[in-house]
């Protein structure tokens, strides 16, 4: 009871910190009918575009609605070369769905860029994009990075909308560069919304992220391992986008954001 006292005065302190300007729920419009069926019939009906940039087949797939305007984003992870997996983001926009993000560059020119972010993201889990209140609003964000023996590349990721459409916002960069034999940093470079700066600025710039309040949200997905039927073809991918879309958990139904904002 103490406990549950604590976290309440802690959730208030922070909620009051944060000033009014960020309301303590979020209601989202109702999701557009038949998005699942949307992402699907595109994904069957650019099956071709796929195979050629992806002729290993994917590695996961989850709707999750990151621009929060109440119909998912379909997320679809590459099988990933080294520690992430690279993730590619699709929208439903004007009853079209455009890539709007990818890991692999030559995407942009596959699909329809019209949408096209040049901010993409590597993560190793679903979970990884994260759903908080911080003074920027309610948002979803992922610290996107990947890394080597050698390396480690972090970009802070917002997502925001822009006029409708799911708008990845690079909000802050860091890369590092190591001895293999000492361990010790060789090389560090930082950048907050492109502009070069030292590890202060870097720390600064992540504070918003670091410091917002979670809301608990899970993103619930597929991966490959899942299940023998998501093999590298047309039937697998349309089964692991139907699968994944069957287990997609809207954002109303699964936090409740009230108790959580205090
Ligand atoms: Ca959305």
């Known amino acids: 009871m103490r406990r549950v006292l604590a976290l309440v005065m802690t959730v208030v302190f922070l909620a009051a910190a944060m000033g009014a300007a960020v309301p303590d729920t979020l209601t989202l419009?109702?999701?557009v009918e038949g998005w699942a069926d949307s992402y699907i019939a595109f994904l069957d009906s650019n099956y071709d575009i796929f195979a050629?940039?992806?002729?290993?087949?994917?590695?996961?797939a989850a709707f999750m609605d990151l621009d929060l305007d109440g119909t998912p984003e379909m997320v679809l992870f590459d099988q990933g070369a080294s520690v992430a997996m690279g993730a590619h983001i699709f929208d439903l926009i004007g009853g079209q769905v455009y890539c709007v993000s990818s890991a692999l560059d030559s995407a942009s020119g596959a699909f329809n860029g019209s949408y096209f972010s040049s901010v993409h993201v590597n993560a190793g889990f679903f979970e990884a994009f994260r759903l908080s209140r911080t003074e920027a609003g309610w948002c979803f964000w992922v610290d996107s990075s990947n890394g080597t023996m050698e390396s480690t590349w972090d970009e802070i990721v917002r997502f925001d909308n822009g006029s409708g459409v799911l708008t990845p916002v690079s909000v802050c960069q860091r890369y590092l560069e190591f001895d293999m034999y000492s361990g010790l940093v060789v090389t560090e470079n930082y950048s907050?919304?492109?502009v070069t700066t030292d590890?202060?600025?870097y720390d600064r710039a992540s504070l918003v992220y670091q410091e917002g309040q979670d809301a608990g949200y899970e993103a619930k997905g597929v991966y490959r391992w899942d299940s023998d039927a998501y093999t590298a073809s047309r039937e697998g991918l349309l089964a692991m986008a139907r699968d994944a879309a069957a287990v997609y958990v809207p954002i109303t139904s699964a936090v409740t954001l009230a108790s959580v904002a205090g």
Request: charged share 5%; net charge negative; proline share 11%.
């Open 29 to 31: 419009a109702p999701a």
């Open 52 to 60: 050629a940039l992806w002729p290993d087949g994917m590695g996961g």
């Open 192 to 194: 907050v919304g492109g």
């Open 199 to 201: 590890n202060v600025g």
